[in-house]
């Protein structure tokens, strides 16, 4: 059974790079299986799906964030990761990490909360 | 991208009562569909994909049906545990788009 952790900062000033990496424990990051996945959730609103990183390192990102995106795989650690430069309060949010075999995204971290303030 | 439009945004029911939620795409998306339950504080967790497939574990008392643009999702026999946030996704092309989701609560 895979498992997710997400981690970092959960405070940030605008401006600042938020930076995220997400654990997975149960499964190889490797192994072809999954499309590695970012999700954020609003306060108090609905999910917005930001993009996916494979194994090769081949992404796709949601057009909305405007190319503010980037994700990275680190093999050796097992882990992925998220960054997004220039962040500001709109980017306040639940960001979530979650495996996609095409069909359903199946496993979740539990999710870590990132606030945006001066 | 495409829209997904769920109604209602909130639903009243009784434990042991029968719910339906509905999920309606801004165009054809075929049977790319999910459906999640989202309790507070809690990640999403998957129920249904490819509109009407049991995701593991997943007990039968929850069903999807639909294709195209219009899906609905099916909730039997409530629970206490049943009442949460409940949300579709559709997968058939980028991005991949949530509805706003509905908001199950007990009367």
């Known amino acids: 059974q895979v498992q997710l952790q997400e981690s970092g900062p959960g405070l940030l000033k605008p401006s600042q790079t938020l930076s995220l990496t997400c654990s997975v424990s149960g499964g190889s990051i490797s192994s072809g299986v999954y499309y590695w996945t970012w999700i954020r959730q609003h306060p108090g609103r609905g999910l917005e799906w930001i993009g996916y990183i494979y194994n090769s390192g081949n992404t796709y990102y949601n057009p909305s964030l405007k190319g503010r995106v980037s994700m990275s795989v680190d093999t050796s650690m097992n882990h992925f990761s998220l960054k997004m430069p220039s962040v500001t309060a709109a980017d306040t949010a639940v960001y979530f990490c979650?495996?996609?075999?095409?069909?359903?995204?199946?496993?979740w971290g539990q999710g870590t909360l990132v606030t945006v303030s001066s | 991208d495409i829209q997904m439009t769920q109604s209602p945004s909130s639903l009243s029911a009784f434990v042991g009562d029968r719910v339906t939620i509905t999920c309606r795409a801004s165009?054809?998306?075929?049977?790319?569909l999910a459906w999640f339950q989202q309790r507070p504080g809690k990640a999403p967790k998957s129920l249904i994909f490819?509109?009407?497939s049991l995701q593991s574990g997943v007990p039968p008392k929850f069903s999807g049906r639909g294709s195209g643009t219009e899906f609905t999702l099916t909730i039997i026999s409530l629970q206490p545990e049943d009442f949460a946030t409940y949300y579709c996704?559709?997968?058939?092309?980028?991005?991949?788009?949530f509805g706003q989701g509905t908001k199950l609560e007990i009367k």
């Open positions: 996704q559709q997968y058939n092309s980028y991005p991949y788009t």
């Open positions: 979650a495996t996609d075999d095409g069909e359903s995204l199946e496993h």
């Open positions: 165009q054809g998306i075929s049977n790319h």
């Open positions: 490819a509109a009407s």
